[in-house]
């Protein structure tokens, strides 16, 4: 039963002035500003994307501020990139879509020709597989946009693979795919056929209007819960194989290194993840009394089924609400309240996905996957909140 009434929290809702007669001050006297063409934020409001500094600027990525976000949608302009050769400049008009290789016949797509087909509309997440990397480290992360920020949700709207792939008739030997995209590097990624056919998407919308450049204009790979490198962005063509192609861009990095020596390849699935975003590193919380905690999770394998919190450290832990619309390998919202006293507290949430997987604490995860991937971290995270109000992280 998740956390639903206030979990005795005492808190005081708002009262009158002590003067009764007082009244909030009067707004603007003056006319606002006039109707604008594209809507812009309140200049109050100044969250943005946290940029790592890079020698190479075009082969480097921004963070999603998820501490900043409500709900489960990622505005397209705060979600987070990752790029390997900067972002392409693409005509939409002049831009194709090859898919050839074990086919029947070869066919090449514009924009429109696309956009003439049967369409689908979905909410996805898209994540780094180096999301939390140094989440690995006993230290990690002091705030949530730096741990976690390579991990964002959108409306994904566009053509189901599956329906071009069937139309262009795949050979019997077709296994795999291999998707290319537009950029000066020519990104690639082997996937499997299964994959594509069961939920593939070659994108062009993204929370209801048109892709953002950087996220793959005109057009993009989505194959949800899977690694975000195999979302190719600026896809302009999609070959069918017999089997992976081991180019550079999967064999260079995206492996994992195993205690033996050996690396894991093609370790597609985003695992069962969840963080608190509220209150998190950075934060700081004003006085005892009632708050409310909140954060995300998500998984690759399909739907989140609980969320579990910790206020005391991992020593006891308390089913939050999960906050309804859950969609498979999507973001999910959960909250809990929670009554606090003024004293130090260590925050955790914990997740389950519905194939029955858990979230691991940190030494469990070493434990199965060793100590030196700097790929799939999704271990616990945990956030110090001191006797000032001031939140921390944990293993800081």
């Given at each position: 039963?998740?956390?639903?009434?206030?979990?005795?929290?005492?808190?005081?809702?708002?009262?009158?002035?002590?003067?009764?007669?007082?009244?909030?001050?009067?707004?603007?006297?003056?006319?606002?500003?006039?109707?604008?063409?594209?809507?812009?934020?309140?200049?109050?409001?100044?969250?943005?994307?946290?940029?790592?500094?890079?020698?190479?600027?075009?082969?480097?990525?921004?963070?999603?501020?998820?501490?900043?976000?409500?709900?489960?949608?990622?505005?397209?302009?705060?979600?987070?990139?990752?790029?390997?050769?900067?972002?392409?400049?693409?005509?939409?008009?002049?831009?194709?879509?090859?898919?050839?290789?074990?086919?029947?016949?070869?066919?090449?797509?514009?924009?429109?020709?696309?956009?003439?087909?049967?369409?689908?509309?979905?909410?996805?997440?898209?994540?780094?597989?180096?999301?939390?990397?140094?989440?690995?480290?006993?230290k990690g992360a002091p705030t949530v946009q730096l741990s976690h920020g390579l991990a964002s949700c959108?409306?994904?709207?566009?053509?189901?693979?599956?329906?071009?792939?069937?139309?262009?008739?795949?050979?019997?030997?077709?296994?795999?795919?291999?998707?290319?995209?537009?950029?000066?590097?020519?990104?690639?990624?082997?996937?499997?056929?299964?994959?594509?056919?069961?939920?593939?998407?070659?994108?062009?919308?993204?929370?209801?209007?048109?892709?953002?450049?950087?996220?793959?204009?005109?057009?993009?790979?989505?194959?949800?819960?899977?690694?975000?490198?195999?979302?190719?962005?600026?896809?302009?063509?999609?070959?069918?194989?017999?089997?992976?192609?081991?180019?550079?861009?999967?064999?260079?990095?995206?492996?994992?290194?195993?205690?033996?020596?050996?690396?894991?390849?093609?370790?597609?699935?985003?695992?069962?993840?969840?963080?608190?975003?509220?209150?998190?590193?950075?934060?700081?919380?004003?006085?005892?009394?009632?708050?409310?905690?909140?954060?995300?999770?998500?998984?690759?394998?399909?739907?989140?089924?609980?969320?579990?919190?910790?206020?005391?450290?991992?020593?006891?832990?308390?089913?939050?609400?999960?906050?309804?619309?859950?969609?498979?390998?999507?973001?999910?919202?959960?909250?809990?309240?929670?009554?606090?006293?003024?004293?130090?507290?260590?925050?955790?949430?914990?997740?389950?996905?519905?194939?029955?997987?858990?979230?691991?604490?940190?030494?469990?995860?070493?434990?199965?996957?060793?100590?030196?991937?700097?790929?799939?971290?999704?271990?616990?995270?945990?956030?110090?909140?001191?006797?000032?109000?001031?939140?921390?992280?944990?293993?800081?």
């Open positions: 039963m998740g956390a639903t009434a206030l979990a005795g929290a005492t808190w005081t809702a708002c009262q009158a002035p002590e003067s009764e007669g007082t009244a909030p001050a009067p707004g603007p006297s003056a006319l606002g500003a006039p109707v604008r063409r594209y809507g812009e934020r309140s200049p109050f409001e100044k969250v943005a994307r946290g940029v790592r500094d890079s020698k190479t600027p075009e082969a480097a990525s921004s963070r999603t501020p998820l501490d900043e976000t409500y709900g489960i949608i990622t505005p397209s302009a705060l979600h987070f990139e990752r790029h390997h050769a900067g972002v392409p400049d693409i005509d939409p008009s002049t831009h194709k879509l090859l898919i050839h290789g074990l086919v029947e016949r070869s066919l090449l797509f514009s924009m429109d020709e696309l956009k003439r087909l049967p369409s689908i509309s979905r909410v996805h997440f898209v994540e780094c597989s180096g999301n939390s990397g140094g989440e690995w480290s006993a959108s409306e994904w709207t566009g053509v189901p693979l599956r329906i071009l792939l069937e139309e262009a008739g795949v050979k019997p030997e077709g296994k795999w795919i291999l998707a290319e995209g537009d950029d000066a590097c020519r990104m690639q990624r082997s996937v499997t056929l299964e994959k594509a056919l069961e939920d593939g998407i070659v994108a062009y919308g993204q929370n209801g209007e048109a892709l953002r450049p950087e996220q793959g204009y005109p057009l993009r790979l989505i194959l949800p819960g899977w690694e975000g490198n195999t979302n190719v962005k600026w896809l302009r063509r999609v070959k069918v194989t017999q089997g992976p192609q081991y180019v550079k861009d999967e064999t260079s990095k995206y492996t994992e290194l195993m205690e033996d020596g050996q690396a894991w390849i093609f370790t597609f699935e985003m695992d069962a993840k969840s963080v608190i975003t509220s209150p998190s590193g950075g934060h700081a919380i004003s006085k005892p009394g009632f708050h409310e905690i909140t954060g995300l999770a998500w998984s690759g394998r399909g739907k989140i089924m609980s969320v579990e919190v910790s206020t005391d450290g991992g020593a006891s832990w308390t089913e939050a609400d999960v906050q309804d619309p859950v969609y498979s390998r999507a973001f999910t919202r959960f909250r809990m309240p929670w009554k606090w006293d003024g004293g130090e507290s260590v925050l955790l949430s914990r997740c389950t996905d519905e194939s029955g997987y858990v979230q691991p604490s940190r030494e469990e995860l070493i434990a199965e996957r060793g100590r030196y991937s700097a790929y799939h971290c999704n271990r616990i995270k945990g956030w110090r909140v001191a006797a000032d109000g001031s939140v921390s992280n944990a293993e800081a």
